[in-house]
């Protein structure tokens, strides 16, 4: 493997555009591209061979300054959305969700999910918890229509508010978009509350489910973005933040990938891919430094999903929403990333090993690695 090659497209990915591209909050971009640099050189002096660098490179968070410009640029494009839709009397809500919103993006400049959410009506779970607890709905609508009428008039406002920028509307679920005074591509994404029996008992934000609007079908998708976050967010802690490191090395893989056979590993998005590290957080329990070993924890587990049908088929996505392999398009995806990832792991152990003959997965699983960024000491 050329890891050479991977290592400056992962420099490249890993920031942004020169500060002078950027037209907000250009203090903190120039701050967020010089940490990027930094970072950058001391990945490329690690005392490490060439794909070992690459590697823990992959697994490590991009800078929280540029996270923070993403964050607060979606949250820009959803408070003026907010406040237009105030005016024409539409409560609505903004909530980050997404890569960005977990932490597990891969590139400096990465596009940002924002949830708009109608605050009432409210689809509620029956029979409620607690009968009489929600007010009878003044808006007596059905909900898809209410949410269908909030997706055409934010398509009309975001396309008033940023005329320089290029709004897709054609997105069955999200608004999509880019350019203009954006630093950053924003999906705004209309949706519903759905307060779900366990929300009703517990009034933890982690239960709240919420209904997503599909433009093309008319109708209205459950999903759970918090449970969701909650779960990844748990299981990370206990594996000293290297469940989220195998998810960005997931996404670095095929990011680096031949361009044919990343066309098929596409097939598998970012929540199969986070569902796919989720499944083997128990063996990801090991110390920050012998964080190399992921990589041979999840050549081994791709290949039993590989092997195994019964186990694959068994496969759901943390918030239990769907199975992660419901096509056998991501069987394809599996096939190829798994190939990709073998690779990979020889290729290192090539490195590790220059007159080894068969391959060793043991010497991955042993090798300590230098701790960089925020990686612990546990």
Not at 71 to 94: F, P, W, Y
Request: glycine share 6%; hydrophobic share 40%.
């Amino acid at each position: 493997m050329d890891f050479q090659k991977k290592l400056d497209a992962q420099k490249i990915r890993r920031q942004g555009p020169s500060a002078g591209m950027e037209t907000f909050d250009s203090a903190n971009y120039t701050i967020a591209n010089n940490q990027a640099v930094y970072k950058a050189h001391i990945f490329e002096s690690l005392q490490e061979p060439s794909g070992v660098r690459w590697v823990l490179w992959a697994m490590d968070p991009v800078e929280v300054e540029y996270t923070n410009i993403s964050k607060m640029e979606g949250e820009r494009i959803a408070s003026s959305l907010l406040r237009s839709l105030a005016k024409d009397g539409v409560e609505v809500e903004s909530h980050l969700q997404g890569s960005v919103g977990l932490d597990v993006h891969i590139k400096g400049v990465s596009d940002v999910d924002m949830l708009v959410v109608v605050k009432s009506p409210i689809l509620v779970d029956t029979p409620m918890v607690v009968p009489g607890y929600y007010p009878p709905a003044t808006d007596t609508r059905p909900m898809v229509d209410i949410v269908a009428d909030l997706r055409a008039r934010a398509e009309v406002i975001l396309a008033a508010n940023f005329p320089a920028a290029n709004v897709d509307i054609r997105g069955p679920k999200a608004i999509a978009m880019e350019g203009g005074s954006l630093v950053r591509e924003i999906d705004i994404v209309p949706a519903a509350w759905y307060h779900t029996t366990n929300y009703q008992k517990s009034r933890l934000e982690c239960d709240r489910g919420v209904q997503i609007y599909n433009k093309k079908e008319h109708v209205l998708h459950v999903n759970y973005p918090f449970i969701n976050r909650k779960l990844i967010n748990d299981a990370d802690t206990l594996t000293n933040g290297i469940l989220k490191g195998v998810i960005r090395l997931l996404k670095t893989i095929i990011a680096d990938m031949e361009e044919d056979a990343k066309v098929v590993a596409k097939r598998l998005n970012s929540f199969d891919l986070s569902a796919i590290a989720y499944d083997m957080r128990e063996q990801l329990r090991m110390p920050a430094y012998l964080r190399l070993g992921a990589l041979e924890r999840l050549r081994e587990h791709l290949f039993n999903l590989i092997v195994n049908p019964e186990i694959r088929g068994g496969l759901y996505v943390p918030d239990s929403t769907r199975k992660v392999f419901d096509s056998e398009d991501k069987v394809a995806a599996l096939a190829t990333l798994y190939a990709e990832c073998e690779r990979l792991a020889k290729s290192i152990y090539d490195e590790l090993v220059p007159f080894g003959d068969e391959y060793n997965g043991e010497v991955l699983l042993q090798r300590p690695v230098a701790l960089v960024g925020g990686w612990s000491t546990v």
